[in-house]
């Protein structure tokens, strides 16, 4: 194969899979504390709103970038609200977040459709970009992409080595157990959806700063429930989430690619590649999985806390 | 919270459960508002226009009534799958398969009577949306995969094979580069009621409800189904196959999505184009919801919702309000009935005063209520 055809699309393939890869880990982060969030969609695309709006008048990517993340966390807490303080029920709640979500970015955008933010652009690390085929590909990327590389490690030593990691997962697998040790279940519960919103906004955020730096409707194209699904796929845990969201970074940049070469292809067929490889990809990992079926979810995952008189 | 605690409702809430809707709603449209009057629209005047556009005159009430036949079927064949614990938000794409499957059949047979075409187009479609609706309950049969995930993704692969159709291969030769088919032969377009806008599918929805309601209050199979609806465990204690049970409402839900597509092209656009899509499958599932996941509610639901986007289409003239809004207010009072359900099972109480010892807090217990 022609290194030369390669290399660009690994490295395409990185920086697509990274705001997949944010989306990803934020909503691991709130499955963890037993907390299901359908609302990764519309999170992200306000996240994406927010970052590209505070770009727009601060002139600060950075300071977007903390927006993004604060409007991920921000209508991530209206799920909080609802099943938490509420107790209603986290699928419906998080499919109606994914509503109001989409349908806030879309109408507070329209007027800023094809304006264009000052944004995250690439960066070459000294020495590790000289690398042969790792340099290329992996660092000179933007801050950004950087930045997933110290928050996967980080995520895993979190939830595997810290007593709030720990806390965390108690409240996902067994809340029960939790309270009893003198924790507070709905408190941590409440800090997983408000740290995964987070890191959901981040991952809006990436796409409006770093990956168009151009505002246009329906940014996100499904990438949150592609998010969704890896969390699944990954089997809640960090270093397969890389794998996954780079597999579908891969596959839009080739789609995009192919589209750019001016294939013969419709391009309602090559639009249909991410969607069709989640499904193929949880098919793939319900076969591998087998007979354990559905043993890696937390325990409580997407079971409310109630109070007892 | 504030001083409050909430407190298991001894016995039922009385009149207290028929004050939740609307007050879920009214919540709704003051969040709705004030955000249009953060934006400097005149809240009051707005929802003047919101609701005359809507039931102002007989033209706003037929064209309300003609938007809830599709959110209708969609919403009933949502909740029919929601009652069995499939998680199906697949109703968008089964929708979009059926208005494919309708029109394929339209397309291939233009020269037969009304009479035979429609009827096959009705299976048609009510074959393709049902079919569609049966990938993810296989899979989650056989491999246990989560139906969520595979529903959505559906929605986006059969939208986007309805735009691949009509930018394609069906592509009218006549439509100046324009995505869709031809326009279709008479006996192939759903005909209007006289003297109104409305088309004969409004009555088949009102007699489709009829009976399914009739189904599940008044037949023995509709009294399983409904036994069924806890999940795997009751359904075998019924003696019903959960899983030829979970096939059967997936495939139900897609052909009623499907009819919902096919009276779309059929008689609301009388050819296919990628406009047909507008979203009523998620609109159905905030109509499910609302509704309690009850027929005769679905109607009355459906009903409203449809107002809502007539009012809206409104605004946008009147406004200039982004259409957007519409799903705007769709996701708040979908969250706010979600919150306002929590007053169906519990009360808040002030909370006693701090004692100099306060009795140590209860250990919350996980509830049963599980995706």
Known sequence: MNPDLIIPLLAAAVQSGTPVLFAT??????????????????????????????????????????????????????????????????????????ILGTGLADALGTPLVGRIAPGFGPLALPLLADLPLLGPVLFRQDPLVYLSYLLVPAFWFFFARTRPGLRLIAAGEYPAAAAAAGLDPVALRWAGILGGGFLVGLGGAYLSLAYTHLWTSNLTAGRGWIAVALVIFAAWRPGRAVAGAWLFGGIMAFQLRLQAAGTTLPSSLLLMLPYATTVLVLVAAAMRRGAARGSDAPEALSVNIEPED | MFGLTAHKRTEPPGWGSVCIFPAALALALFLGLGLLALTGRPPLAVLGALLSGAFGSVRAVEETLLKTAPIFLCSLGVAATFRIK???????????????????????????????????????????????????????????VNEIITTLMLNYLGILFLDWLVYGPWKDPASHGFPMTALFAPGAVLPRIPGTRLHWGLPLCAALGLGLWFFLSRTRLGFELKASGEGRRTATYARMPYDALVLLVMGLCGALAGWAGLIETSAGLGRLQPTVMAGYGFTAIVVAWLARLRPLAIAMAAFLLAALRVGVENLMLDFSVPAAFGRILEGLILLCVLAGQFFTTFTLRRSKPLAPNPAPEPAPKPTGEAA
């Open chain 2, 86 to 144: 499939v998680w199906n938000i697949g109703a968008e794409g089964q929708y979009a398969l059926g208005a494919v499957g309708g029109t394929a059949v339209a397309l291939a047979f233009p020269g037969l009577p009304a009479s035979v075409l429609l009827p096959l187009m009705f299976l048609g479609a009510a074959l393709a949306g049902a079919l569609w609706a049966a990938i993810p309950a296989l899979l989650r049969q056989r491999l246990a």
């Open chain 1, 25 to 98: 880990l934020g909503e691991m982060f709130t499955e963890k504390s037993g907390v299901l969030n359908l609302g990764v969609e519309g999170m992200m695309l306000c996240g994406a709103l927010a970052a590209f709006v505070a770009s727009l008048y601060t002139g600060s990517p950075v300071l977007g970038l903390l927006a993004g993340g604060l409007a991920g966390a921000l209508v991530g807490s209206l799920h909080g609200l609802v099943c938490l303080t509420f107790l209603g029920n986290q699928v419906v709640s998080g499919l109606a977040l994914t």
